[in-house]
């Protein structure tokens, strides 16, 4: 396996995983995944940047080996373990290597790894080194995805490695992104996924980083973006550019009552010009219906009632779309029961950190009659008066 090369001095040495299918045994990632780590050449020095998941050390090494790359720095932008795994054989191979990471990266790093702490050097923020004809600048940058990030740039390339931040889940070969026909959607899911619980810490990234011109971006997962402004572009719509005047209903039913209802909620919505994604849980995997809350204004929450309270598919969407923190408006619990229980205490607690204005639930005993659907009716009615301040159309170029 050879190192690729990608710009003067500027070489790939990662692995695809196509196979993978979940991160974190959580996100599901239907197309794979990339585990991206660079070398950069400069007259004076050599740099790897990030490394590889553990059980592809070997794949990092034979990438090294054909360029005859043997590093004088290791750059750690990031310490969890899918870049951060094989340092402690690649200081090993190295013994002259340095490596660098924030104070933070330094405590992260030797929390979870077993590394030579003499040899690491933290760099602060803003903090240069020279490799000749090159020069890497370190630009702190917390929570992307964890507290210790940092960014890396080479000066004289206007090339930003910036590690998770700007990735995609996309295991491909063609290493530019705009040759790679489904990457902006993979980054729209990741960033839902990944990062969108961090959007205001990203905010503040996005605006620094206008002071430093990127050639080329090069995330640490999937393609690399040849045409930066494509993926800034994005990134600024999802973090400040909705919500718009969109629907996400996820919902899971068991004898087709809540399914019923969730039809006739779409129906009505779409008659109101609202737009409407609905998921059902049970079959669409939960990055999708992250990727659709990124810009939606409402949330509906559809279950039935079991076991005295909400179905767990939907218990298990709710807190995970909770905890992911996309920037939705108002809430909505829907579903039928047959006796009681708690499903709309229960959905709208677990999205409570989304500071929603909770609208009131219809909740169905058997199966929806007139007076059911009229409420939902009514709940649309709600809706598109909320709405009525959003634009339909997505502002982003994905
Ligand atoms: Fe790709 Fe936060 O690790």
């Not at 890497?136 to 940092?150: N, R, S």
Request: negative net charge.
């Amino acid at each position: 396996m050879q190192a690729r090369p990608l710009g003067d001095g500027f070489f790939w040495v990662g692995a695809q995983d196509p196979d993978r299918r979940l991160f974190d045994n959580l996100i599901p990632l239907p197309h794979g995944t990339s585990y991206n780590a660079w070398v950069v050449r400069g007259s004076e020095g050599t740099v790897l940047v990030d490394a590889v998941e553990p059980h592809f050390g070997p794949v990092l090494f034979e990438r090294l080996a054909s360029i005859g790359a043997e590093p004088d720095f290791v750059v750690s932008n990031h310490a969890e373990q899918d870049h951060s795994g094989t340092l402690p054989e690649v200081m090993a191979r190295f013994p002259r290597a340095r490596l660098l990471t924030t104070p933070k990266g330094r405590d992260l790093l030797t929390l979870h790894l077993d590394l030579p702490v003499d040899r690491i050097r933290t760099v602060e923020d803003g903090e240069t080194i020279s490799l000749g004809n090159r020069t890497l600048e370190f630009l702190h940058a917390p929570w992307v995805h964890w507290p210790e990030t940092m960014l890396t740039y080479v000066r004289e390339l206007g090339l930003l490695l910036p590690c998770d931040l700007f990735g995609s889940h996309l295991s491909t070969d063609q290493p530019w992104a705009s040759r790679s026909g489904l990457v902006m959607e993979d980054a729209r899911r990741y960033f839902a996924t990944i990062m969108m619980p961090f959007t205001a810490q990203i905010r503040k990234h996005l605006a620094r980083l206008e002071a430093w011109p990127c050639q080329v971006i090069a995330p640490s997962h999937g393609p690399v973006w040849d045409h930066p402004e494509d993926i800034l572009e994005a990134y600024r719509y999802w973090v400040d550019g909705g919500p718009r005047n969109k629907v996400v209903i996820a919902w899971v039913s068991m004898h087709g009552s809540t399914q019923r209802m969730v039809e006739h909620l779409v129906d009505r919505l779409l008659a109101r010009d609202v737009d409407v994604e609905a998921f059902n849980l049970s079959a669409a995997d939960l990055g999708r219906v992250a990727a659709a809350t990124v810009d939606a204004a409402t949330l509906v929450l559809g279950t039935p009632t079991v076991l005295g309270g909400a179905h767990p598919t939907a218990l298990h969407a709710a807190m995970v779309l909770g905890a992911l923190k996309p920037r939705i408006r108002h809430v909505a619990v829907i579903g039928s029961y047959a006796w009681g229980g708690r499903s709309t205490d229960q959905l709208a607690g677990l999205v409570s950190g989304l500071k929603a204005e909770v609208l009131d639930p219809v909740q169905v005993r058997g199966i929806p009659r007139s007076e059911d659907l009229a409420a939902l009716d009514a709940l649309a009615e709600t809706i598109a008066r909320r709405h009525a301040d959003l634009t339909l159309t997505p502002k982003e170029n994905a």
